[in-house]
């Protein structure tokens, strides 16, 4: 995106340099990285970078209004409602397309947004190792704000672990080491000391909960949460007898799972902004736009872009059974920003912030970037393409 800085990477790039950076990037954890990583980063102009933020600074504002529990109330799914929800999420991302506008330039889109963690530790250790191997302007970062290494780690070990000791602090997911994204819980554990632990691993006494660690049962008092509740449904009966995290525990989340819900697709209807595409919940439509191809149709309850419908048709919309958990978005332009040595990539840019106890707002603190040559982003869009898959964003400062 800074067109200078993308010409002396291009001209800097090799390929036998792109796999000795890889090599060194596996090393640390060899295997644990089951995703594709983009042979390049993505430098973005601080101008471009504000216009994010400023936008997610105005999503924020509506997350603090004293309504927005309520507004927000019907997105958790009956069954999944977790008990002892605090009055912040811990941890939010911001989904931005780098898109085209009517004028032909540049501007961000939000395309989702998420209650939830993610990468947050992968994006420490991998933008570190790139540095190594390419040359990296010292005035652009992957941290936002005025954040450091130094002064992220300790607010994502304060975000986490809190007060406690961390044998007392849990990762906790579906078969962590399992999941492609396990290289990130083991950046955790490396930088924060918690230990990933599969939920089939806990133990419940009365209303408290254990895990062994080294042979010894040993009480759990904080939960970092990455299980998708969508995800520990399908998976219910292959997994045996479960503690039933939604019931009153003795323990603490970050952040708690009912701010998945919260902050979601099912938010998007309520903003109005210059870079939030119009958004409506398909049951609250009096009348279907007539340029329906210009929007995409997707479902509240699910994740990873599962049941999303592209090219929308009235046969579609007529499909749907239940409308209230659907809703119908305007499409954007994604821009062909990238240039790679065959066609141009799109770009997608997720802001991550952190929200620590008694902070009235969340701190916008680092990112991660996705590249794609399909026609969304994702893994199963970009099979057998190169300069595509996870990245990271380099902010001017």
Same mark, same amino acid.
């Given at each position: 995106m800074e067109t200078g800085l993308r010409k002396a990477f291009k001209e800097e790039f090799s390929?036998?340099?792109?796999? /000795?950076? *890889? +090599?060194? &990037?596996n090393s640390k954890h060899p295997g644990a990285i089951e995703f594709r990583i983009a042979e390049t980063p993505v430098f973005i102009p601080q101008l471009f970078g504000n216009k994010m933020l400023e936008t997610c600074e105005s999503i924020v504002d509506f997350i603090k209004d004293p309504a927005f529990k309520s507004l927000t109330e019907r997105s958790i799914l009956p069954g999944e409602k977790v008990a002892n929800e605090n009055d912040h999420p811990h941890m939010i991302a911001f989904d931005f397309g780098v898109c085209t506008n009517e004028m032909g330039e540049l501007e961000p889109q939000l395309i989702?947004?998420?209650?939830?963690?993610?990468?947050?530790?992968?994006?420490?250790?991998?933008?570190?190792? *790139?540095?190594?191997f390419f040359d990296i302007p010292d005035n652009y970062s992957q941290y936002l704000g005025d954040y450091t290494e130094q002064s992220y780690l300790m607010?994502? !070990?304060?975000?986490?672990?809190?007060? #406690?000791?961390?044998?007392?602090?849990?990762l906790l997911e579906i078969k962590p080491h399992e999941q492609k994204t396990k290289i990130d819980f083991y950046?955790? !554990?490396?930088? &924060?000391?918690? %230990?990933?632990?599969?939920?089939?691993? =806990?133990?419940?006494?009365g209303k408290q909960l254990f895990y062994m660690l080294n042979g010894k049962k040993t009480r759990v008092l904080r939960i970092y949460n990455r299980i998708i509740f969508d995800d520990l449904s399908a998976r219910q009966a292959t997994l045996g007898n479960l503690v039933d995290i939604t019931q009153d525990l003795e323990v603490e989340w970050v952040p708690h799972p009912n701010w998945f819900y919260?902050? /979601?697709?099912?938010?998007?209807?309520?903003? !109005? #902004?210059?870079?939030?595409? +119009?958004?409506?919940? *398909?049951?609250?439509?009096?009348q279907l736009p007539g340029d329906l191809h210009n929007y995409v149709l997707k479902p509240l309850f699910s994740f990873?872009? !599962?049941?999303?419908?592209?090219?929308?048709? $009235?046969?579609?919309?007529? @499909?749907i059974k239940d409308p209230e958990n659907w809703i119908l978005q305007r499409k954007v332009q994604y821009a062909d920003v990238i240039e790679t040595p065959? $066609?141009?990539? %799109?770009?997608? $840019?997720? &802001?991550?912030? *952190?929200?620590?106890? @008694?902070?009235?707002?969340?701190?916008?603190? $680092?990112? =991660?970037?996705? &590249? /794609?040559?399909?026609?969304?982003?994702?893994?199963?869009?970009?099979?057998?393409?190169?300069?595509v898959g996870g990245s990271v964003g380099f902010f001017e400062r």
């Open positions: 390929e036998s340099k792109y796999y /000795s950076f *890889l +090599e060194s &990037l989702e947004m998420q209650g939830f963690p993610t990468l947050y530790a992968f994006q420490v250790y991998y933008p570190g190792v *790139l540095r190594e607010d994502l !070990q304060e975000v986490i672990v809190g007060r #406690h000791k961390t044998e007392n602090v849990i950046c955790t !554990q490396d930088y &924060l000391g918690i %230990k990933p632990v599969c939920i089939t691993e =806990l133990i419940l006494e919260r902050i /979601s697709k099912f938010t998007l209807p309520f903003i !109005q #902004h210059p870079y939030v595409p +119009e958004t409506f919940f *398909l049951n609250e439509i009096k990873a872009g !599962q049941g999303v419908v592209i090219d929308v048709t $009235i046969e579609d919309i007529d @499909g065959d $066609i141009p990539a %799109k770009v997608e $840019i997720r &802001l991550m912030y *952190l929200w620590k106890d @008694g902070e009235k707002r969340p701190r916008a603190a $680092i990112n =991660l970037v996705r &590249l /794609s040559k399909g026609k969304m982003i994702g893994v199963r869009y970009n099979k057998d393409k190169e300069w």
